[in-house]
Every structure is written in structure tokens, then in C-alpha cells.
């Protein structure tokens, strides 16, 4: 993956592609249907903020000599991978000439990415360089479903204080993860990516709600991820109201109701926070 971003944002340069300026301005091809908050909050996942990242922790967990790597493995992992998203991100506005003509392009092809990805691969590094740039591309959905599976074994053989030295033990657990994953093989791609997006956020929103918990319970600083937290409660409730796969409701309806899902959960927590604290002192 890093070989093919940092070649095809070699060749872009090279070749004198037009980068498009950073603007703030909806560029989708339907601005009204699909607003930028917080449509977009839940589209860019990898690279800023991830539910499912944060399920790799109990196999990163194994595979660690020391807990200090922690922020080196899985910071350093979402840096370059963010990276690496913000390469195609702007091959793929230039390699066409611009937004409009991405978005034409997508329009007529579908939405088919990997189509672009082979065609930009193609014209930017030729047949040898569009092979390795694919097989990088292959590569990223066949080891993130590697690694899914393992992580959702290790979930839940500790859920179930399922011991894992045993052959027998994994395969009982590994056999209904497979059921349920080709399960989902029936279901239509673009309906499960649909939802998938929304879950993952509403995963790591629930996952910075209980690291914030674990701080205020060990006398952390708690503010460097309650307030994500926060955020990201406004923004996956705003979008469960708001998104065509959701209640599709207009977007005043949605962030008024987001707002006050997301108030009564801060107001939650505090009142909470308060308890806590008292109990702590009784201690």
C-alpha cells in the first residue's frame, strides 16, 4: 500500500497533474441529499477515527512485546494510513481533470472504485507498476478480513473465558464467525457498506465513551476523549436521522434531534462524573 501511494503521488507530480485546492465547499454531486455534516464525518473512517481499529486491539495486544509500542503500533498505523488516503483522495480529483469530472466518471462507472483504481494504476505507472498497485489493493480487504475474524475469535473466546490453546476451541468459535460472514456474502455489498459505515462510528463512539470512563476511574485526564466522544455521539445519531439508508428525515429535524441525543448523554455523564467522585471520596 505505501509502495503504490508513494508511486502514484510520485507520478502525479511528475506528470503535472492539477491538485485541486482544499475547500470546504460539498462537492458531491448531490450537495442537498448529501450534506457534508455528517455524512462526512462517517464516510472517512480509516485514517481518522475507526470502530473497527479500535477490535484489533486484543490481537495487537498479543502480538506487542510492550505495551509503550501501543501508540507507535496503532497511532502510527492511522497516521500512514490517513496518508495514504489523502494521496488517492487527490490523484483521484486529478487524475480526470477535476471533482465535476470524478464525479461523472463514478456517476457512469457506478460507483466502481476498483475500476478507478485500475485505470488511474494504469495511466500513471504503466502495466508492472498497475500489477503491484492492485495487488496492494487486493491485499488491503484480504488482511482486513484476516484480521477481523482473528480479533472477533479473541472478543469472544474472552468473553467467554474460552481457552485458545486448544484446536477444538478455535475452530467451535471460528466456525460461527465463518456462518455469519458468509451470511453476509448474500446480502447485496452496497447495502452492508451502507450500514457498515454508520456501526463502525457508532462502535468507536462507544469505544471513546468507555475510554473515557477507564480515565475518569484511574484519575486520568479524561477531557482527550470525552470530548471526541462527544462529537462523534452528535454525528452518527445526526446521521442515523438523516441518511437515505436511515430515518431520511430533513435536516433541521436531524440536528435538533442529534443535538439533543447529544446533550442528554453529556448530561448523563456528568451527573455520573459526580457520583463517581463522591463515591471515590467515600473510599
Not at 107 to 124: D, H, K, Y
Not at 146 to 152: I, L, Q, V
Not at 206 to 213: D, K
Not at 242 to 265: C, K, N, R, V
Amino acid at each position: 500500500l505505501l509502495f503504490m501511494a508513494v508511486s502514484i503521488s510520485f507520478m502525479m507530480i511528475y506528470r503535472g497533474l492539477p491538485i485541486p485546492e482544499i475547500s470546504i465547499a460539498n462537492m458531491h454531486n448531490q450537495p442537498e441529499q448529501f450534506p457534508v455534516y455528517p455524512l462526512l464525518f462517517v464516510s472517512i473512517a480509516c485514517g481518522a477515527i475507526s470502530g473497527f481499529h479500535s477490535t484489533q486491539s486484543p490481537l495487537m495486544a498479543r502480538c506487542i512485546t510492550n505495551e509503550k509500542y501501543g501508540r507507535r503500533v496503532f497511532y502510527g498505523a492511522m497516521v500512514a494510513e490517513g496518508l495514504v488516503a489523502l494521496i488517492w483522495a487527490a490523484v483521484g480529483m486529478s487524475f480526470w481533470g477535476g471533482v465535476k469530472e470524478l464525479n461523472a466518471i463514478m456517476i457512469a462507472q457506478q460507483g466502481n472504485a476498483a475500476w478507478a483504481v485500475n485505470e488511474i494504476s494504469l495511466g500513471l505507472l504503466g502495466k508492472v507498476g498497475a500489477i503491484l498497485a492492485i495487488l496492494g489493493v487486493v491485499a488491503a480487504p484480504i488482511t482486513s478480513g484476516d484480521t477481523a475474524f482473528r480479533s472477533a475469535r479473541l472478543i469472544v473466546a474472552d468473553f467467554l473465558k474460552l481457552d485458545q490453546k486448544p484446536i477444538k476451541n478455535r475452530l467451535i468459535i471460528s466456525f460461527f464467525l465463518f456462518l455469519g460472514g458468509f451470511l453476509l456474502t448474500l446480502v447485496k455489498f452496497d447495502i452492508i457498506w451502507r450500514y457498515m459505515a454508520w456501526s463502525n462510528q457508532t462502535l468507536a463512539t462507544l469505544v471513546l465513551w468507555a475510554i473515557t470512563v477507564y480515565l475518569v476511574r484511574n484519575g486520568k485526564n479524561y477531557w482527550i476523549t470525552l470530548i471526541p466522544a462527544i462529537f462523534m455521539t452528535a454525528v452518527v445519531s445526526t446521521y442515523l436521522f438523516i441518511a437515505p439508508e436511515g430515518f431520511q428525515l430533513s435536516w433541521q429535524w436531524s440536528y435538533a434531534l442529534g443535538l439533543i441525543i447529544t446533550i442528554l448523554f453529556t448530561a448523563l455523564f456528568f451527573y455520573k462524573l459526580k457520583w463517581l467522585k463522591q463515591h471515590l471520596e467515600n473510599l
